[in-house]
C-alpha cells in the first residue's frame, strides 16, 4: 500500500516552454500533497504544500508564478514549470500525506528528472 | 531552527553492521523518520520513531533517539549490498505535516 507514481518520469524541453508533471496517489486518498526539489548531491527542498481544493502554501523563497500547482482532487497534483530555464533543471519529487494506520507519514513519488536545454 | 546534519559517507563491508547518525536541534520534532534513495529514484520509507521512545527495531533496522542530546541513528545489522543508497533522517514539527531533511548519508557496501 502507500504507493504514489509521478508522469513523467524524465523530461527534456527547450528554454522558454512550460512542463506538467503529476503526482497520483495510487491505493489512498491524499489531502494534502508535498512537492520538492532536489539539486544533484543534496537533500530535498520543500516547495510547496499543495491542499486539495484550495491554493498551495509556497515556501519563502518559491516564485509560485513560476511553479503552478494543482490539486483537484484527492489522488492528483500538479506541478507546472513555466517558461523553464536552464536553472530549473533538477529532480522533481512529489510526497503524499497518509493517516491510515499509522502516524502521519508522506509517501514519495518516484521523482522526475527535469532538463531544459 | 530546524537545522539536521549528517554526515556525508559511509563505506562498511558486507555483512558488518553500519551505523547512520543525525542531529537535529528542534526540539518540538514530534516524529523522526529515516528514508532510503537508491539512485535516480524516490524516497523509500524505512522506518519511523516516535519522539517519547528511545528505541524501535524493525528486522535487521535498529533506531535510537536520545531527545536529551537532539540524535538519531540508524543501524544496519548484516549489512547487504542492496543497502547501498543514500539515507536522509528528516524531522516533524508541529501540526503542519511539514519535514525537515536532513543532508543524507552515502552508504557504500563493499565485499
Known amino acids: 500500500g502507500a504507493v504514489v507514481s509521478q508522469h513523467p518520469s524524465w523530461v527534456i524541453c527547450k528554454s522558454g516552454t512550460s512542463v506538467k508533471i503529476e503526482c497520483r496517489s495510487l491505493?489512498?486518498?491524499?489531502?494534502?500533497m508535498f512537492w520538492y526539489r532536489q539539486f544533484p548531491k543534496q537533500s530535498l527542498m520543500l516547495m510547496a504544500t499543495s491542499n486539495e481544493g484550495s491554493k498551495a502554501t509556497y515556501e519563502q523563497g518559491v516564485e509560485k508564478d513560476k511553479f503552478l500547482i494543482n490539486h483537484a482532487s484527492l489522488t492528483l497534483s500538479t506541478l507546472t514549470v513555466t517558461s523553464a530555464h536552464p536553472e530549473d533543471s533538477s529532480f522533481y519529487i512529489c510526497s503524499a500525506r497518509s493517516l491510515a494506520g499509522g502516524p502521519d507519514t508522506q509517501y514519495f513519488g518516484p521523482g522526475t528528472r527535469l532538463t531544459v536545454l | 531552527g530546524e537545522d539536521v546534519e549528517q554526515s556525508l559517507f559511509l563505506s562498511v563491508r558486507e555483512g558488518d553492521s553500519s551505523v547512520i547518525n543525525c542531529t537535529y536541534t528542534?526540539?518540538?520534532?514530534?516524529?523522526l523518520y529515516w528514508y532510503k534513495q537508491e539512485p535516480g529514484a524516490g524516497l523509500q520509507l524505512l522506518t519511523y520513531?516516535?519522539?517519547?521512545?528511545d528505541m524501535k527495531q524493525d528486522q535487521r533496522l535498529t533506531v535510537l533517539l536520545n531527545k536529551k542530546d537532539k540524535h538519531l541513528s540508524l543501524r544496519i545489522a548484516d549489512t547487504q549490498t542492496g543497502d547501498s543508497a543514500i539515507y536522509f533522517c528528516?524531522?516533524?514539527?508541529?501540526?503542519?505535516?511539514?519535514?525537515?531533511f536532513g543532508t543524507g548519508t552515502r552508504l557504500q557496501v563493499t565485499l
Open positions: 491505493d489512498f486518498q491524499a489531502t494534502t
Open positions: 528542534d526540539s518540538s520534532s514530534t516524529y
Open positions: 520513531i516516535f519522539s517519547n521512545m
Open positions: 528528516a524531522e516533524r514539527t508541529g501540526t503542519a505535516s511539514k519535514l525537515t
